[in-house]
């Protein structure tokens, strides 16, 4: 039930948030749309006329998961950095749930919030470009919800240098960038990113929404791999957030800004 109480709580905030700052929100819709036409648009005049059909569903795909790991994976990061510069750190680290069980249930709603922003961008992109793709949800939000373990992992490890360093936004536009690339190369290119952070998962759904394909019609060795990928993530992920939590605490760093 506390757990209950807690995500309800940030839900709420997460909510009214994105609402208060509704324009900003609309924007952030807005460009990864502009970023999608940019590619739809490449693949038109540049791309292989006999693969356009298929090269414009990858892009599709990549593109709204490119925009879904990016606002989870920098999201508590984000929000250390954030609470920091408003003065409200220190009250955080007062609450008796700790500051890891309420980022992980802030993290959740926000996950959700942006999931609603996804399927929206998916649904327009379709449009746009006339590719639709099969939205079994039976077989992709399985996928994708032991993908965001990972995620929440890396955020996690994101969050853990915010505390110390504060100031992560040069390092987190560099990681967009980053993350574009796992997400859009495809593991059969790069077979070793299956140990990267959500590329197994991201590849995975992608492989069901452009073949249409079932959860039985995977293989039990993808399963296998993308959770142990997302326990291990998310283990390191806590494990390296309270580690940096020790350090501050240790050279009063909490309080500064």
């Keep these: 039930m506390k757990w209950l109480h807690l995500f309800n709580a940030n839900f709420r905030k997460e909510y009214i948030e994105m609402k208060r700052y509704l324009p900003n929100t609309i924007a952030l819709v807005v460009t990864f749309y ?20 298929m090269n414009v569903q990858y892009s599709i795909v990549s593109v709204m998961f490119w925009s879904l790991t990016m606002m989870t994976m920098n999201f508590i990061g984000y929000s250390v950095v954030t609470e920091a510069t408003r003065g409200t750190l220190e009250q955080i680290y007062m609450s008796p749930r700790g500051v890891w069980k309420i980022m992980l249930t802030r993290i959740i709603a926000q996950f959700g919030l942006q999931f609603v922003i996804m399927v929206i961008l998916l649904f327009g992109a379709m449009l746009t470009s006339g590719q639709w793709l099969s939205l079994n949800p039976m077989t992709t939000i399985p996928i994708i919800l032991v993908t965001m373990v990972s995620m929440i992992g890396i955020s996690f490890m994101i969050a853990g240098l915010a505390i110390i360093v504060k100031q992560i936004q ?18 059969t290119a790069a077979p070793f990113l299956a140990f990267a952070p959500f590329v197994q998962g991201v590849n995975m759904v992608r492989t069901v929404m452009i073949e249409d394909l079932t959860l039985t019609q995977l293989p039990l060795s993808d399963y296998g791999g993308l959770l142990l990928n997302s326990v291990v993530y998310l283990i390191l992920g806590l494990v390296v957030f309270q580690r940096c939590e020790k350090i501050a605490m240790k050279k009063g760093l909490l309080g500064q800004y």
């Design 34 to 53: 502009i970023i999608f036409l940019a590619a739809f648009f490449g693949i038109m005049f540049v791309g292989d006329p006999a693969s356009f059909d």
């Design 170 to 187: 040069a390092f987190l536009q560099i990681f967009q960038f980053v993350l574009m690339g796992l997400v859009f190369v495809p593991l």
